[in-house]
Nanobody, 121 residues
Framework: QVQLVESGGGLVQAGGSLRLSCAASGRAFTNYYMGWFRQAPGKEREFVAAINWSGVNIYYTDFVKGRFTISRDNANTVYLQMNSLKPEDTAVYYC???????????????WGQGTQVTVSS
């Protein structure tokens, strides 16, 4: 079983910055990647950014490129630095981790509880 703990959400004005953090804990799990998704009311959850276990492969959705930066300091902790925030960035941001069980070798996917980011105009 894997637990994801998120922090860093809040209320900021347009143009401001926030830094989100996510830590994964649990046994019998090989972390392949960690990343961030977001979901606004009435909309589907959408991809924001992801980083693989080594930090070599990094992906961003087009509408955050140049403003957001994803990073990790080990295989189980990931950060999202969000700069130049816009009102349309307002959403619940969810941490996501994917990998494989070291016992059954089956693929697994876990989600955090979500943290609210609100950008005022």
């Amino acid at each position: 079983q894997v637990q994801l703990v998120e922090s860093g959400g809040g209320l900021v004005q347009a143009g401001g910055s926030l830094r989100l953090s996510c830590a994964a804990s649990g046994r019998a799990f090989t972390n392949y990647y960690m990343g961030w998704f977001r979901q606004a009311p009435g909309k589907e959850r959408e991809f924001v950014a992801a980083i693989n276990w080594s930090g070599v492969n990094i992906y961003y959705t087009d509408f955050v490129k140049g403003r957001f930066t994803i990073s990790r300091d080990n295989a189980n902790t990931v950060y999202l630095q969000m700069n130049s925030l816009k009102p349309e960035d307002t959403a619940v941001y969810y941490c996501n981790a994917g990998g494989r069980s070291t016992t059954s070798r089956s693929l697994m996917n876990y989600w955090g509880q979500g943290t609210q980011v609100t950008v005022s105009s």
